[in-house]
């Protein structure tokens, strides 16, 4: 049994199989972003009518690509990889947020980032093996409408909505102070390349702090009615742009899609902090 004293040198180190598992997640959800960034650009120049995308057609979009339950079973593979490095980012510190009142507030976004790519992973893989599912509720949106039932619901779900829009602003703050430019290690890139992919990353942060910004009020708002159908997923959020016009929609579109294109990027160019 000398063989097995060899076994720690052939296996991964824990972090390094979280490093790995954290590139693994940012290129699938990358893709995810490019995916929903289309689609909803599609809608803004009306290829698809009125249809603004949600969670479903994103999945079924690559599940209709060429080996297309693959990819939805690699896709939800890697959210579970990006899962793994928000729970790292929030339970062992590897940013360095401390637990200073701003730290952990920090920590607290991570950790609920966790959850949400959790259950975005669950449908991911629920759908990769039963090849289809029938039409249901965003999984996140489904859970906000049963909080809102609870005892004290209200309040719990104006926290909530505070909660999504204060992580809004603090994309929008990420875009426009340059916070962002850390997650990706620049080094190997020309000047050229590093001024493209951070005005990639500072439109893409504004887009998503835009759809955050949405789902916090209309959050709020529902806690604050105590309607529950007032609770905004992404597809309610494309709808509110599309109210104000194709080109608010096809804006914020192009800037999903942006996104996924600068996690990628990170997925091949990352800076994992402490692990």
């Given at each position: 049994?000398?063989?097995?004293?060899?076994?720690?040198?052939?296996?991964?180190?824990?972090?390094?199989?979280?490093?790995?598992?954290?590139?693994?997640?940012?290129?699938?959800?990358?893709?995810?972003?490019?995916?929903?960034?289309?689609?909803?650009?599609?809608?803004?120049?009306?290829?698809?009518?009125?249809?603004?995308?949600?969670?479903?057609?994103?999945?079924?979009?690559?599940?209709?690509?060429?080996?297309?339950q693959v990819l939805l079973w690699?896709?939800?593979?890697?959210?579970?990889?990006?899962?793994?490095?928000?729970?790292?980012q929030a339970l062992l510190d590897?940013?360095?947020?401390?637990?200073?009142?701003?730290?952990?507030?920090?920590?607290?976004?991570?950790?609920?980032?966790?959850?949400?790519?959790?259950?975005?992973?669950?449908?991911?893989?629920?759908?990769?093996?039963?090849?289809?599912?029938?039409?249901?509720?965003?999984?996140?949106?489904?859970?906000?409408?049963?909080?809102?039932?609870?005892?004290?619901?209200?309040?719990?779900?104006?926290?909530?909505?505070?909660?999504?829009?204060?992580?809004?602003?603090?994309?929008?703050?990420?875009a426009w102070s340059g916070k962002?430019?850390?997650?990706?290690?620049?080094?190997?890139?020309?000047?050229?390349?590093?001024?493209?992919?951070?005005?990639?990353?500072?439109?893409?942060?504004?887009?998503?702090?835009?759809?955050?910004?949405?789902?916090?009020?209309?959050?709020?708002?529902?806690?604050?009615?105590?309607?529950?159908?007032?609770?905004?997923?992404?597809?309610?959020?494309?709808?509110?742009?599309?109210?104000?016009?194709?080109?608010?929609?096809?804006?914020?579109?192009?800037?999903?899609?942006?996104?996924?294109?600068?996690?990628?990027?990170?997925?091949?160019?990352?800076?994992?902090?402490?692990?």
């Open positions: 049994m000398a063989w097995v004293s060899f076994l720690p040198d052939l296996l991964p180190s824990p972090a390094t199989s979280l490093k790995a598992g954290a590139r693994y997640g940012f290129a699938s959800l990358g893709f995810v972003y490019l995916v929903l960034g289309g689609l909803a650009t599609l809608a803004a120049l009306g290829v698809r009518g009125s249809t603004t995308p949600n969670q479903r057609e994103v999945f079924e979009t690559i599940q209709h690509m060429p080996l297309g690699l896709v939800a593979g890697g959210l579970l990889g990006y899962v793994a490095w928000r729970l790292a590897t940013e360095n947020k401390g637990l200073s009142l701003t730290g952990v507030a920090v920590r607290g976004f991570y950790l609920c980032s966790g959850v949400l790519y959790a259950l975005l992973a669950f449908y991911a893989g629920k759908m990769a093996w039963y090849g289809r599912l029938p039409r249901e509720e965003d999984a996140g949106r489904s859970l906000l409408q049963r909080v809102l039932h609870h005892p004290h619901g209200q309040g719990w779900l104006a926290l909530i909505g505070v909660v999504v829009l204060s992580a809004g602003l603090l994309q929008l703050y990420r962002f430019d850390t997650d990706i290690n620049g080094r190997p890139l020309t000047p050229a390349q590093r001024r493209v992919v951070y005005h990639m990353g500072q439109v893409g942060y504004s887009a998503r702090s835009v759809v955050l910004g949405i789902m916090g009020y209309f959050c709020f708002l529902a806690a604050h009615h105590a309607n529950s159908n007032e609770i905004r997923d992404t597809e309610g959020c494309f709808n509110a742009l599309q109210a104000l016009g194709p080109a608010a929609l096809g804006t914020v579109a192009i800037g999903l899609a942006l996104y996924g294109l600068y996690l990628l990027i990170q997925a091949r160019f990352p800076r994992l902090g402490n692990v």
